[in-house]
């Protein structure tokens, strides 16, 4: 799979296997073998990158400060997605909204999720 720039519709209706997040990313893999990366890039203004890739090719859970559990959201359908600039909107089936935006801090963006928790 080519990086660069595609559809978020690419990954609609695909399940996720799992997840994992650091300041700066949100990888997700799904069952199909895919993956998304998700990154927080800029210098003044914040923005988010994406890229479709083989699921073997995203970053592995690493000790991360601030450990994210995704276990909420495996098994759920990815059934829309949108996107901007500085977030990424995910309704998943039957987890709920997943918003990843990106923000900065002391002149470094970084992700920001919401929820980071199943409600």
């Keep these: 799979m080519a990086e660069g720039i595609f559809s978020l519709d690419l990954i609609r209706g695909k399940v996720i296997a799992s997840a994992?997040?650091?300041?700066?990313m949100f990888a997700v893999k799904f069952e199909d073998?895919?993956?998304l990366?998700?990154?927080?890039?800029?210098t003044s203004v914040p923005a988010i990158t994406a890229k479709m890739l083989p699921a073997s090719e995203l970053p592995s859970d690493t000790d991360a400060v601030c450990k994210v559990d995704w276990s909420w959201i495996q098994k759920a359908k990815v059934a829309d997605t949108r996107m901007a600039s500085s977030a990424v909107n995910f309704?998943?089936?039957?987890?709920?909204?997943?918003?990843?935006?990106?923000?900065?801090?002391?002149?470094s963006p970084f992700l920001a999720f919401s929820p980071w928790?199943?409600?």
């Design 91 to 107: 309704s998943l089936d039957p987890a709920g909204p997943l918003q990843i935006a990106v923000q900065m801090w002391q002149g």
């Design 37 to 42: 990366l998700l990154e927080a890039a800029g």
């Design 117 to 119: 928790k199943a409600k």
């Design 33 to 35: 073998g895919t993956g």
């Design 20 to 24: 994992t997040s650091e300041l700066k």
